[in-house]
């Protein structure tokens, strides 16, 4: 994404709209990348120095340094010293210095002449080295993978997201769609931890509704950039509508999207895991040895005005099936309406696993009728097994 300082828009009314790319303009992503490949193995300064003199006096600088900004966040850049620690090499190179005494260029150049043979170095490479971990000398060596067309495309969709950062509150519409499309979506706002309220069902599609950064948080910036994350999983919706109400200058103003814009999702696959609990039981889960078969969100239960996802099924060869969550987010207004919907949802073959960092308790969960396990730091694999062969409701541990 983009910083403030790079965004554009423009007001109308109550109205506000991201300022996207003329054609004319198109040209800067293809010089900025075949400027950045022309710096490949080279430092981060001398990069930087030709994107500025690339910028000149155009009043297009500022989409200059947008795609250079998107395209830079896209490449890699490391050491010139390979595996030799610059920090090492200073403390080794002024310890030195210190015991011999003196200041000058004689001494410095005597104190490299000394150091330089223990690394197989130069001691101009050694004089280098000393400093090579400051940011400007770092060097270039991988390039964005994406084309100019495919800059123009994420420079785009940067302006867009850029207006949520002070969202109030959005709504989206995701008109009749392949069930794995709600799926994915549903996925995604978990994954970013937006709290949301629907109406609607498959059939027909849903209603959103998200609560935004400012009216959840005080507009921390932390809060907008996870609905601005979220926006390129929407595109990934075949149908949609969204509009989002942001607090901009002690004024209210709407900010409207449809599917029909010029937006383009972004390539790569969606996240596989909403947490690092949850990577890391599905991954153990694998070594387990077991018969149960543990699938990814597979499940959406309508609960007449929201919708709930459990995070894994698992199914057994015989036929049967069991769902798990895991629980381990610590918000409270998190807790008051994941409870719900676990009471709502009634699935007696719902195994909720629950951190017992949440400060909650199995008198919490009197009215969910699947079992209830309790864990410490990670979630065991061989916990939920027993439940599933034991069929019996855990206990808090």
């Known amino acids: 994404m983009l910083p403030s300082d790079l965004l554009f828009s423009h007001k109308r009314g109550a109205q506000v709209y991201p300022r996207f790319l003329r054609h004319d303009q198109y040209v800067w992503a293809e010089q900025v990348l075949t400027l950045i490949c022309a710096h490949q193995h080279r430092s981060r300064g001398e990069l930087q120095a030709a994107l500025r003199a690339l910028e000149g006096d155009s009043p297009d600088y500022r989409i200059v340094r947008g795609f250079a900004h998107l395209a830079l966040n896209a490449a890699e850049f490391t050491l010139a010293t390979g595996e030799l620690e610059p920090e090492a090499l200073r403390r080794e190179v002024f310890t030195l210095a210190a015991e011999r005494g003196g200041y000058g260029e004689t001494q410095a150049q005597a104190v490299l002449e000394a150091v330089a043979p223990r690394y197989a170095l130069e001691v101009e490479a050694l004089r280098e080295a000393l400093y090579a971990d400051l940011p400007d000398r770092h060097l270039l060596t991988a390039l964005p993978d994406f084309t100019a067309d495919q800059l123009v495309d994420r420079y785009n969709l940067a302006q867009a997201q850029g207006l949520l950062y002070s969202a109030l509150y959005m709504r989206l519409i995701a008109h009749r769609n392949v069930p794995g499309e709600y799926r994915r979506l549903f996925q995604h706002l978990k994954f970013h931890g937006l709290m949301y309220a629907v109406e609607g069902n498959l059939d027909d599609g849903y209603q959103i509704y998200v609560d935004g950064p400012a009216s959840l948080f005080k507009q921390t910036r932390k809060y907008g950039l996870q609905m601005a994350l979220f926006l390129p999983a929407l595109l990934r ?72 996802v459990p995070d894994f099924a698992l199914r057994h060869p015989d036929g049967r099936l069991a769902h798990v969550e895991i629980m381990g987010f610590w918000h409270p207004d998190y807790l008051r309406r994941k409870l719900d919907k676990l009471r709502r949802a009634a699935m007696p073959d719902l195994i909720v696993a629950v951190s017992e960092r949440l400060n909650v308790g199995a008198a919490d969960f009197r009215d969910v009728p699947g079992p209830v396990l309790f864990f410490k730091g990670k979630l065991e694999p061989r916990q939920v097994l027993a439940v599933l062969e034991g069929g019996e409701k855990a206990e808090p541990g």
């Open 237 to 308: 919706v075949s149908r949609w509508d969204m509009e989002a109400v942001l607090q901009r200058d002690d004024q209210e103003v709407r900010y409207r999207l449809d599917s029909q814009s010029p937006l383009k999702p972004l390539h790569g696959k969606p996240p596989a895991y909403d947490s690092l609990l949850e990577e890391s039981f599905a991954r153990r889960w694998e070594k387990l040895g077991t018969p149960w078969v543990l699938e990814r969100e597979v499940a959406i239960v309508d609960l007449k005005g929201t919708v709930f």
